[in-house]
């Protein structure tokens, strides 16, 4: 992965793919976008109540739809995924992609993700006890998507001579780009991460100011290279993502705004920033006009 400024999207899997589902991904590459990402969630927030596509599937339609961009999940988490299963896709739609997928990941939430799976009775994992099946899942997908055949016997997952025969088309595997904040997760993308994702501090999203914002991603990429020291990797080679939407402000409510926006966070060392997909009467409504000049011409206002 480069280190070049870039602009991805992240469109929702929220639409038939023969009923509006295909143009949005079809666009963003012809709109220059670097990749477009999709969620990889079993219902998500407000629109749990409509439509809801599985990532892989979608992914799996965007790719032969597309030649050029790359695609991926922000972010895939062990809430409903297991290692083996979970590899076993990835390696394929690695292949039907032609070595264009990035795996983001995560440790999930307590969202809608963390309850389907579980009985009435049963509560979702605790923050510690995501982050305890995370430092096992991670690890064992590296295993799984770059060794032919994987026997594991840990405290979460097993995996008895699991054969992943050819492997990825890129190698050693496909990219992680490992979504943390805590230091857990942060040693996790120092060890495993071709790249590092943020969404920024959540605590501020509502009531803090931008300059708060600021600070805070400046501290989380402070520890981010810390933990690259102890991994003995330079911090520099990992990519840095900013998904973009959940930090103080509106950046997508003008042109100038978001170059604003993007200048301070380039500034700040990352490499990606990532902008969701035009939503009418969503959060994420934008207007269409603003969003793909932003797409062409945001970029070469920052060089």
């Known amino acids: 992965m480069t280190t070049s400024r870039r602009l991805s999207t992240v469109i929702l899997p929220i639409r038939r793919w023969h009923d509006g589902g295909r143009p949005p991904w079809v666009r963003a590459e012809e709109l220059g976008f670097h990749a477009a990402y999709t969620y990889d969630h079993l219902a998500w ?15 799996t339609a965007a790719a032969a739809a597309t030649t050029r961009m790359r695609l991926g999940t922000l972010v895939t988490s062990p809430n409903f995924r297991h290692p083996v299963t979970l590899a076993k896709d990835l390696i394929t739609l690695d292949d039907v992609s032609d070595g264009r997928i990035t795996l983001g990941i995560g440790a999930g939430g307590n969202g809608f993700d963390a309850t389907t799976l579980r009985g009435s009775d049963e509560e979702p994992w605790t923050p510690r006890e995501r982050a305890d099946h995370f430092d096992e899942f991670v690890p064992l997908l590296d295993r799984l998507l770059s060794e032919p055949s994987v026997t594991h016997e840990g405290r979460f997952y097993k995996a008895n001579e699991a054969r992943n025969i050819p492997g990825c088309v890129q190698r050693p595997r496909l990219p992680f780009a490992v979504a943390a904040t805590g230091p857990r997760g942060m040693r996790l993308a120092a060890r495993h991460g071709q790249a590092w994702v943020t969404t920024g501090d959540p605590k501020l999203f ?91 011409e945001a970029l070469s206002q920052l060089t």
């Open 45 to 59: 927030r407000t629109f749990r109540d409509g439509p809801w596509f599985g990532a892989v599937p979608t992914l």
């Open 206 to 296: 509502e009531d803090g100011t931008a300059e708060q914002s600021v600070a805070a991603i400046g501290g989380q990429l402070s520890r981010l290279g810390a933990a690259c020291e102890e991994a003995g990797r330079d911090v520099a080679g990992l990519d840095k993502i900013l998904l973009s939407g959940f930090t103080p402000g509106s950046p997508l409510r003008s042109f100038d705004a978001f170059v604003d926006f993007a200048g301070t966070h380039f500034e700040l060392g990352f490499t990606e920033i990532v902008v969701h997909w035009p939503e009418p009467d969503s959060v994420f409504d934008t207007d269409t006009k603003v969003f793909e000049r932003i797409a062409t």
